[in-house]
């Protein structure tokens, strides 16, 4: 007998009946429960005598696409993925072109590649830190020394400076020095060559990479530290179960 049978019969046992009902039809995880569903519940009275409607609502005003003082929203999680593997492709494409064994066509063939891909990173990326100077920083899931607290943030501010400054000096140095860049058939075009701007970008461009690679090794690092040593929520935050 489901909740609206009853109510023919007795709206208060209906009212028990669909509060079951309501807690059948939604499951969410503990720690989205309080924050991501807001259960309605509104009985209208739609006929006179005992004939009741029950309407069960899933607020959508209080779907968590921002953050919380405490949680990320599902917005912050999907721009720090996408831009975290694709941060990692790019570096790991950039040292391979450096230092790998390939020929000069290989070498080639994924610096073109690099050039497409990171151009679109960069575009993202002006979103993503966007969108995180606009949110601000969350609070830190628990209370820490000091210096770790000013490490953590050091380490965010970092990267997101590193995800603006790396493919924007790696286009800067590339039309600089003469060379049109294609993202995907879209042509930003080759610029009257400047030596010491194309030089300086260059530079830029291979000393903050070994730059990211120290962030990531300590942003990696504490992040596996709060997980496995610590046990605490830091990780799984970030992730897409949690709140
Ligand atoms: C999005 C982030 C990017 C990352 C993480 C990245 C990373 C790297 C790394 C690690 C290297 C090797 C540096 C070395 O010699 O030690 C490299 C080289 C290079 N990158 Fe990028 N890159 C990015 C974006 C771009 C973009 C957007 C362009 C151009 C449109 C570009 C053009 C180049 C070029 C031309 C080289 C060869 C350097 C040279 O000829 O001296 N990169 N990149
Ligand atoms: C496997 C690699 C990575 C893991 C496991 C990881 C993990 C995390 C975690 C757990 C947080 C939340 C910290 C907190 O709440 O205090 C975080 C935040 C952050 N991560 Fe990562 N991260 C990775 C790669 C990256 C990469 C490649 C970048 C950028 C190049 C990056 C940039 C950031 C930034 C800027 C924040 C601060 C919050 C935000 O704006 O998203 N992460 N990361």
Redesign the pocket.
């Known amino acids: 007998m489901t909740a609206r049978d009853m109510a023919v019969m007795d709206p208060v046992t209906a009212t028990a009946a669909a509060d079951a009902d309501m807690a059948r039809a939604f499951k969410p995880s503990p720690h989205l429960f309080s924050e991501q569903y807001g259960l309605q519940r509104s009985a209208t009275q739609i006929a006179p005598g005992s004939l009741w409607k029950f309407q069960m609502q899933r607020q959508t005003d209080t779907a968590p696409l921002n953050d919380s003082s405490s949680s990320?929203g599902l917005v912050?999680r999907l721009?720090?993925w996408i831009?975290?593997a694709a941060?990692?492709g790019m570096l790991v494409s950039g040292l391979v072109m450096a230092y790998g064994p390939f020929e000069r066509e290989t070498v080639f063939a994924i610096m073109g590649w690099h050039k497409a891909i990171g151009v679109l990173v960069l575009a993202y990326g002006i979103w993503?830190v966007g969108w995180?100077v606009v949110q601000g920083?969350?609070k830190?899931?628990s209370v820490m020394p000091r210096w770790q607290a000013i490490a953590?943030k050091v380490t965010?501010?970092g990267?997101?400076v590193?995800?603006l400054a790396m493919p924007l000096s790696g286009l800067v140095m590339t039309i600089y020095r003469g060379r049109e860049v294609d993202v995907f058939g879209l042509i930003i075009p080759a610029q009257n060559k400047i030596e010491w701007l194309a030089n300086a970008a260059g530079l830029t461009h291979q000393y903050v990479a070994w730059t990211?690679v120290g962030?990531?090794v300590l942003?990696?690092g504490g992040?596996?530290k709060?997980h496995f040593i610590d046990s605490d929520m830091?990780?799984r935050?970030?992730g897409f179960r949690a709140a």
């Open positions: 990320y912050s721009n720090h831009v975290a941060m990692i993503r995180r920083f969350i830190q899931v953590a965010h501010w990267l997101l590193v995800v990211l962030l990531l942003h990696i992040a596996l709060h830091t990780l935050r970030m």
